[in-house]
């Protein structure tokens, strides 16, 4: 993508009321635009990177057996009625009345909504263990919604559900998406950290919180370092097999969130060089619940003896769109953002320092074209501004790796090639570029 | 994918309420349920057509210069009164009061909502020509929805909003989407045909929807012969130029709905052998509308002279979710379904017809899995039914490949090759198949 075509509106100053580091960079990397309060439009590079991690979210969530569906965004009122939660959820709840009248609202959660599918469909203990995700825009009608898309209205959120016939085959489903939920966070390099959470308005008898530990996270966490030198399943995992051992070594180390800490227990259980006080940021939520909505919303089966028994079931979030904040938090430095690679709306990005001149430009089109073949998504600065001022850019928007192409550096036949991580430079001749960046796959 | 894994619920018989074919097979085919009146759950196949149709959408867009960001789908109804629509969009759009009793509204459409970030970010004729396209969830709160998802209240739609300098500048735009939708309905090998159009709620002084013919169609359209003849731009288009010759000729020929229809006007365009009454579905539309939003929400650049005005603006519909159903009108038999390739949520289907043996089933395993590895997305029917139930729900849900796996077969060493299109049916030895299924790219 070359800028001068490209919509980055960039800010040279966040506004006042950008609290925190992630809601400034987007807003200064010009991602998002608030629309109305703690509702965004997604400017092209935040939606590049939206997309991402909704990507690596899908694959792995399909890797762990889960099917992709979709539920609309609008629900009748009728089947949180059912499930007895209608009242319960507030005015945190959009309430809609349609045309006709009819008690509607934006869905902020699907329970009830999968439970109603689930029950028409599925009537035999041979159709399951199923479990279901969808990636759908959500809405919370927070009172006060702040942090960007850290805390706002609407939101894009990944939730699955898992329908089991037995509390046992439940926890297996469970476990399936906690190590899911460690592999996803993994690929976009956070470290997220499994602790025993209650279970809310979600209700039910288990449920881990995924935290992420940064900085400027929003509330305090206290865990065992332990935690943060544990192997995550790669790549070969097999699902198929009872994950428990690996959920039970994540889940033994003390880990706990600032609602439920206490020192004593924190000194009882962890050394004292064990011990990490950080700041962390909830990017998921699982949950098993067994029969709570199952049981009122009659979604019942007929188990091998015969019996109709309600299925036991479990709900699994990730916040989608929170997790592009969240990341930010993880990985920014003074200058800007420094994109994960898994998750960087471009894989290079290409500095033409002086575009006026022909030998210049020349070069950096045949990288930009040839770099494009071999399958790499290139943002290409061909702006006429100052040198300064591209780099600056660059590193605000925090694409992993820079080609600078200048007059000096081709008269030597050179070009430099800087990681935006740690800042490290290196020159090499212009004939090496393609093996530094072959052809991909 | 297992179907031993997936899930299809099919219906023996679509409900009464079903009166067109393609909501029959949608839900006798297991791709859709309705969650509430003109509001639908897209079960896993038929989320995958969706994203297939998604996917060649925004490639073509992508192709033709348009940027893809993405709105919100609830607005504030203030934009919507600078604009002047909020009291003419009636009750088909659907408002809402949020917690703090401001007026909001599920957005029917998107032009308020653009044009008011491109007047807060684009100040020069510089930063322009700028195409900016979305797919996001709709909501028109249809008096009586019906037709499955081609009339329904909550609806994946894909808008593209062009922003130009000049009435001239911004024609060559329109000329550009013209010209990519032309591409866009090919792909899915739909025949659709330009109309000239009354351009309605959404105002301006060109449009031309985009219909496509099928038996089964919504309305009548009366077109010149010739337009089914006429070349599509193949896929090294050089969008740089101006179309307008390409849109010229799509737009000459004699092409109207029922109700711009006039007989003689009719017979005294076309020649008698020339003249097609079909039946049509409109799935696209695009409109030119010059300074209509840009005005009252003073979306103004300066221009070239250092005069403000306001930019030149369009917007190009796609109605994504109904063209899952479009489509099915337009590929379809007394069996089921008929995929175009290029939108089938699955590249080929294998049918075990004996699971049980294990001569069998170790043939098809290893189909299964080195066909996957070939990079095809293959519905493997593992399951314990009937011949006769196998054929005919593969043949309802309509994959274009047919793997036919048996124990009488495989005695000969051959397996058979089913095109669903056409029923032909041919055997090949067993060794050839990844010569039929080679590595894809």
Redesign the interface.
Known sequence: MRLT???L?LLKEAPKDADIISHQLMLRAGMI?Q???G??????M??AV?KKIEQIIREEQVKA?A??????????A?IWKKSGRYDDYG??M?R?V??HD?E?L?GPTNEE?VTD?VG??IKSYKSIP?T?FHIQ?K?R?E?RPRFGVMRC??FLMKDAYSFDLSEEEGERSYNKMFVSYLRIFKKMELNAIPMKAESGPIGGNMSHEFIILAETGESRVYIDKKLLELEIPDDDIDYSVNLSSVVKKWTTPFAVTEDLYNESEFHKNVLTNDRVMEKGIEVGHVFFFGDKYTKPMNASIQNNEGKIVPLQSGSYGIGVSRLVAAIIEAHHDDRGIIWPKSVSPFDVSLINLKPSNPEVSNICNEIYVKLQENKYNVIYDDTETSAGEKFSRMDLIGIPLQIIVGPNSIKENKIEIKERKNNSRKYINLSEIYNEFPLQA
Do not use: A, H, V
């Not at 509702?39 to 092209?44: A, D, G, N, S, T």
């Open positions: 075509n490209y919509f509106p635009k629309s109305s309060s509702i965004y439009i997604w400017l092209p935040g939606l939206l057996g099917l992709e569906m979709l539920m609309p965004t609008i629900q009748t009728d005015k945190e959009l809609i349609d045309r009819r509607m934006y909504q599918l028409s469909f199923k279901f825009w809405f009608d009172i209205r609407e």
